[in-house]
T-cell receptor, first 113, second 116 residues
Framework: AQSVAQPEDQVNVAEGNPLTVKCTYS??????LFWYVQYPNRGLQFLLK??????LVKGSYGFEAEFNKSQTSFHLKKPSALVSDSALYFCAVRDQAGTALIFGKGTTLSVSS | GAVVSQHPSRVICKSGTSVKIECRSLDFQATTMFWYRQFPKQSLMLMAT?????????EQGVEKDKFLINHASLTLSTLTVTSAHPEDSSFYIC????????????FGPGTRLTVL
């Protein structure tokens, strides 16, 4: 069965500092990995995805994520955090077409000025 | 990117009534749509997978007679919460995908249901 783990409920970082939001996954076949962001009372917005190819994936708003097959991880990163990045971040995985995304529990990112 | 809409965005109803939530893919055809439920500050829990022209597939623990799902066309799926009770109050989110595993799912803005 597919699963996603986000070990941190909350990540706190000062504006301008680099940020990392952790994600590990478990899937039987090749993973399709995604990061989404959610602002209060809003739906999810797509940030980036890993399908195949280069392990470093660049996405929206300056975010990037690194796929590590040996560690089954897909951590979200940003070199310089902004206060406006404060939100709830979800990592998700699917292994084949027609199946729903399976989400991690979410990590609240708080960026202080 | 592709757009998914949900209507209504917010609904308040009395206990015992039924509420219908619509999910539409506006600029692509979605053979499959998904319905999620989200409690405050928690993750999205998949409720059911909705396939156009066939019965929905419900996740374990989700009452199919309470949460009726209809997927009548490639751009519209509906979720009806029947005989709603206060414990059904939640944030309901739908999503749709153009179909390939590599494609991201596009999410609707969500519907906040409050049952009094």
């Amino acid at each position: 069965a597919q699963s996603v783990a986000q070990p941190e409920d909350q990540v706190n970082v000062a504006e301008g500092n680099p940020l990392t939001v952790k994600c590990t996954y478990s899937v039987s076949g090749n993973p399709y990995l995604f990061w989404y962001v959610q602002y209060p009372n809003r739906g999810l917005q797509f940030l980036l995805k890993y399908i195949t190819g280069d392990n470093l994936v660049k996405g929206s708003y300056g975010f990037e994520a690194e796929f590590n097959k040996s560690q089954t991880s897909f951590h979200l990163k940003k070199p310089s955090a902004l206060v406006s990045d404060s939100a709830l971040y979800f990592c998700a995985v699917r292994d084949q077409a027609g199946t729903a995304l399976i989400f991690g529990k979410g990590t609240t990112l708080s960026v202080s000025s | 990117g592709a757009v998914v809409s949900q209507h209504p965005s917010r609904v308040i109803c009395k206990s015992g009534t039924s509420v219908k939530i619509e999910c539409r893919s506006l600029d692509f055809q979605a053979t499959t749509m998904f319905w999620y439920r989200q409690f405050p500050k928690q993750s999205l829990m998949l409720m059911a997978t909705s396939n156009e022209g066939s019965k929905a597939t419900y996740e374990q623990g989700v009452e199919k007679d309470k949460f009726l799902i209809n997927h009548a066309s490639l751009t519209l799926s509906t979720l009806t919460v029947t005989s709603a009770h206060p414990e059904d109050s939640s944030f309901y989110i739908c999503s749709a995908s153009p179909g390939l595993a590599m494609n991201e799912q596009f999410f609707g803005p969500g519907t906040r249901l409050t049952v009094l």
